[in-house]
């Protein structure tokens, strides 16, 4: 999985849950060429291989020990990690969504991962309980209708996607949709305090928390929810609730299209040329979790934007780990967290590979892209409830 050797990155991915999926076990090889897999040598698997076009290389079993004995070694900054079994995913997303709607959903297919679409029917009828990783779909959980409203109040996807979601919260049983995506939000907050891995971008990361910390408040003007929002609500904001972020100041402003000041994209002052962002390096042995979730061939991966950009640094908790950072901006990127039993990692911006992805946009064609250290980071989040855990050291 080195950034010379393997010739995509992204199949590979696939090739790991295949082979998991087959009941064999995997070693991930944290920080040894580019977090490779250890395999087992079966016809069927090499021939997998050379059918999706996925590089590999055949060694003995004395070259394997020989590897596993130089990963072993405290000298080394690196670790292997056991993957035992397929995770079962979940992907969160509206009825209708085109697969490139969404980066999580195209990637997965492109590598030929299976997946479920669920949504809020599912979600509150408790089906999260069948899968092991949930990924959040570009989706509002504040009832504001994505803050679309400036831009795009007139427009007939605008209006008709208002309609089918005021529509589901009634047959739900809800007055508002604000109040029935609150419900769908501590559904997943349930689901991760549990023991649940979940994954969102782009305006899923900061509108979920903003839910959390807004419950029972009402924070909708009319245009949204058919009645004033509630005097002086930013007062009433609870942080405790929400799983990343703190202190954000709410925009009260429905022709903004910004939902508070965790998001760094109106004040982003970055030429397209100079935007990447630095993965952190952590150690493989006493920090194995953010190290699985940062294997790449590079530690410097190419920015790109969306609703939700990035985060500023001074509004994630203490408590989360900043797994990617562009210092230049001060924001933050990539980050993960604890909550209960359950792990959370949110990822900024819309698309790793379409540097500003606007409404109508043509799809990106992986096939372009089959090296992508962008992409790489979710599919490092897909496989990761596979591993067999280690107690965390610090």
Not at 60 to 72: P, Q
Not at 97 to 123: G, N, S
Not at 274 to 284: G, N, V
């Amino acid at each position: 999985m080195d950034d010379t050797s393997q010739v995509n990155h992204l199949k590979a991915y696939g090739i790991t849950y295949w082979t998991l999926d087959k009941d064999y076990k995997v070693s991930w090889l944290l920080n040894y060429r580019g977090g490779s897999f250890l395999l087992p040598d079966r016809e069927e698997i090499r021939r997998e291989c050379k059918i999706r076009g996925v590089s590999f290389e055949i060694i003995t079993d004395g070259e394997a020990n020989a590897i596993l004995d130089e990963i072993s070694s405290p000298s080394q900054n690196k670790e292997t990690v056991i993957l035992e079994k397929a995770p079962k995913i979940a992907v969160y997303s509206p009825p209708g969504k085109q697969p490139w709607d969404d980066a999580v959903t195209m990637v997965l297919t492109y590598a030929e991962i299976p997946f479920t679409t669920i949504y809020d029917e599912e979600v509150l009828n408790d089906a999260l309980l069948l899968y092991d990783w949930l990924h959040l779909h570009h989706e509002d959980f504040t009832g504001q209708y994505g803050k679309f409203f400036g831009a795009y109040r007139n427009a007939p996807w605008y209006l008709e996607q208002k309609r089918e979601a005021e529509e589901l919260a009634q047959r739900l049983g809800y007055s508002k949709v604000s109040e029935e995506k609150m419900a769908v939000a501590d559904k997943i907050r349930d689901y991760v305090v549990g023991g649940g891995f979940m994954f969102a971008m782009c305006s899923a990361t900061d509108t979920f928390d903003i839910a959390l910390a807004a419950e029972d408040v009402d924070i909708c003007e009319p245009m949204f929810d058919g009645d004033p929002s509630e005097p002086n609500y930013q007062s009433k904001i609870d942080y405790n609730n929400s799983f990343a972020f703190k202190n954000f100041i709410l925009e009260r402003s429905p022709m903004v299209y910004e939902f508070s000041d965790i998001d760094t994209t109106n004040d982003r002052k970055i030429p397209f040329e100079q935007d990447y962002f630095t993965l952190m390096e952590y150690s493989a042995k006493w920090d194995p979790v953010p190290t699985m979730l940062c294997q790449n061939h590079t530690q410097l991966v190419k920015g790109f934007m969306g609703q939700t950009t990035a985060y500023r640094a001074d509004r994630v908790k203490s408590n989360v780990l900043v797994m990617g950072m562009n210092k230049l901006n001060n924001e933050a990127r990539y980050i993960h967290g604890t909550k209960g039993k359950g792990m959370f990692t949110f990822y900024g911006g819309h698309d790793p590979e379409d540097y500003q992805h606007r409404v109508g946009d043509a799809p990106t064609v992986l096939d372009l892209h089959p090296n992508s250290p962008g992409y790489r980071l979710i599919l490092n989040n897909v496989l990761f409830p596979a591993a067999r855990k280690k107690k965390q050291k610090t």
